[in-house]
């Protein structure tokens, strides 16, 4: 079983950066997929970006140009840490962002931006950006 935490939200001003955290263990050995979600209250959950046990990334249309998924380091393949640094933060990015995570190497195409395609869930960390 596959455990996941984010940590890291909170309120911000329009124009400002925020930075989230994802801690995962208990990954099988071989590759796995770890991701962010987001989803704002009356809208569906969808993807920001995945990202590969290897460090190999990927980035959804919703805010490609102002966000960047890393890795960092683990001594085990059992677990692993994935940040989402968030740029030039504006009013509608406000929503409840998600930590994903799947045993296996991700999704090839826009199939790897399904939120079906992911087992493991955090509880979610709120992000609010205000005016």
């Known amino acids: 079983q596959v455990q996941v935490a984010e940590s890291g939200g909170g309120s911000v001003q329009a124009g400002g950066s925020l930075k989230l955290s994802c801690a995962a263990s208990?990954?099988?050995?071989?590759?796995?997929?770890m991701a962010w979600f987001r989803q704002a209250p009356g809208t569906e959950r969808e993807a920001v970006a995945v990202i590969d046990s290897d460090g190999s990334a990927r980035y959804s249309d919703s805010m490609s140009d102002r966000v960047t998924i890393s890795q960092g380091y683990s001594s085990t393949n059992a677990e692993d840490t994935i940040y989402l640094r968030m740029n030039r933060l504006k009013t509608e990015d406000t929503a409840m962002y998600y930590c994903?995570?799947?045993?296996?190497?991700?999704?090839?195409?826009?199939?790897?931006?399904?939120?079906?395609?992911?087992?493991?869930w955090g509880q979610g960390t709120q992000v609010t950006v205000s005016s």
């Open positions: 994903a995570a799947v045993n296996g190497a991700c999704a090839n195409g826009r199939g790897g931006y399904l939120s079906t395609v992911f087992f493991y």
């Open positions: 208990g990954f099988a050995l071989g590759k796995h997929c």
